[in-house]
């Protein structure tokens, strides 16, 4: 199953979001694409450590 959205919602999203990723694209600007990187690199690990810890107490 795909779920499809209209024009109109598609409107309504970027009316919403469009602020917020101009606002996110000036507070990230003030950090040096390095350190965002290990940053990312930092979020990325957590979230596999997470979902390990949810799969292992699933069994």
Known sequence: MTVH???HVQDLAD???GPLAVR???MMAKYPP????RFE???V???STMNEHLEQDNR
Do not use: G, V
């Open 5 to 7: 959205s209209s024009a």
């Open 34 to 37: 390095e350190l965002l990187s």
């Open 24 to 26: 996110l694209d000036a």
């Open 41 to 43: 690199e930092f979020l």
């Open 15 to 17: 009316e919403f979001f």
């Open 45 to 47: 690990d957590l979230h």
